[in-house]
């Protein structure tokens, strides 16, 4: 336990807004909580209690210092459910489609990962990069070294932050100096599980990059650790891109779809997040949907890299848990505000409508549930985890005027998204204690 006198209670006075719910199930007005004159209280790293500043003020001890913040929303944390911290360094490369651009840009990159130095030089930049964008979870790809988890995980740790992570499996169709071996890659993501796996706020993904670059024995003995450590999370890309899809049906012959390469391997649990899955057949959906894996919604990338426009409503109507990612570097943003803006474009492109609580509850409690971890952070229920950030409604000339014009919350919850960046985060806050401040 630590000493509650090192986490004194704090109380944050400002608009806030939590989900509650998904509003797909329980409908807009019972999916959220909003507070325009609120407190959040918080202790000893976790959640005390929200509500009104009228109803919660009173009751406060005399000593509890209040921190005042205007024209700020608080919301819980944001939490990316896919993104590559090896590929900081070359977001925004430019003219390829998904597998040019990992033979072009990414696997160059990601070589550069032998050297532990430069994997923890890139490890805090990124963490960085997501304090400022007001991300506090992530679940995140290394490189095929381990010494790359390794040092995440250190760092992570220093931050105190609720992190996933894993090594890439990669047995083959990679440069030699980026593959593992079924065996290699078993017992090195075997002895970060044990030496990471529920270490303090973290936890392991065992993570083979895709379908075309294992071979079925290093699946097998993915599957294998997942049976060994059955709360270990797997962490994997999905139906992504036309010709991906064509090249895993070559490579498994013997598999009815995709998706069957990693049924076939017993790689589909409550704990499987499943990147894009823009192309599914009925086939795959069902058997997410059986399994309770996720997938995991990433607009960005999917624009950038052309690779088509994920159908949310349908995959939703189908009962399979969706979070969204920003998938760097094929995203091209850290923020979970812009990459909810460009997941209204995508949408849009389809005829759709997506209501900002909702993005906001994909970003939050949505990816919470996607990670199985809502009994600990997503939202401000007394007892969770006190991850939160505040936004800045006037963090720009711009964005300051369009609130003036803004009625109601939707809208300025809109004009929040749609405008909003990294210079809309004011604090993050993890565990209670603050990791950015502007
Ligand atoms: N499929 C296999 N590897 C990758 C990757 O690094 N990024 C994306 N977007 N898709 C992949
Ligand atoms: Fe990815």
Known sequence: MTDPKAHPAKAFRAAILHSLANPTDVGLEDSYQYFDDGVLLVADGHVVKVGHADDILPSLDPSVEVVVLENKLITPGFIDTHIHYPQ????????????????????????????????????????????????????????????????????????????????????????????????????????????WHNKGRLHYAVTPRFAPTSTSEQ???????????????MHTHLSENQKEIEWV???????????DV????????????????????????????????????????????GSGLFPLSEIEAKGIKVGMGTDVGAGTSFSLLQTMSEAYKVMQLQGKKLHPLKSLYQATLGGAKALSLDHLIGNFESGKEADFVVLDLHATQLMKFRMEHAQSLEDKLFVLMTLGDDRTVCDTYSYGQSVYNR
């Open 249 to 259: 049906q070559e490579l498994f012959p013997e598999s009815k779809n995709y998706l």
């Open 262 to 305: 990693y049924d076939q391997h017993g790689l589909l649990s409550s704990r499987s997040v499943f990147a894009h899955g823009i192309h599914l057949c009925d086939g795959e959906c069902k058997r997410l949907q059986e399994s309770d894996s996720a997938i995991a919604f990433c607009p960005t990338s999917n624009l950038f890299l």
């Open 219 to 233: 699946l097998r003995l993915a599957g294998k650790l997942l049976e060994e450590y059955p709360d270990v999370y």
């Open 88 to 195: 900081t360094g070359m977001i925004a490369a430019y003219g390829e489609q998904l597998l040019d651009w990992l033979n072009n840009y990414t696997f160059p990159e990601e070589k550069r990962f032998a050297d532990v130095n430069y994997a923890r030089e890139v490890a805090v930049q990124f963490l960085d990069e997501l304090a400022r964008n007001g991300t506090t979870t992530a679940l995140v790809f290394g490189t095929v070294h381990k010494e790359s988890v390794d040092v995440f995980f250190q760092e992570s740790e220093k931050r105190n932050l609720r992190m996933i992570a894993g090594k890439v499996l990669m047995d083959r169709n990679a440069p030699e100096d980026l593959t593992d071996t079924p065996e290699s890659g078993y017992e090195d993501s075997k002895a970060l599980i044990e030496k």
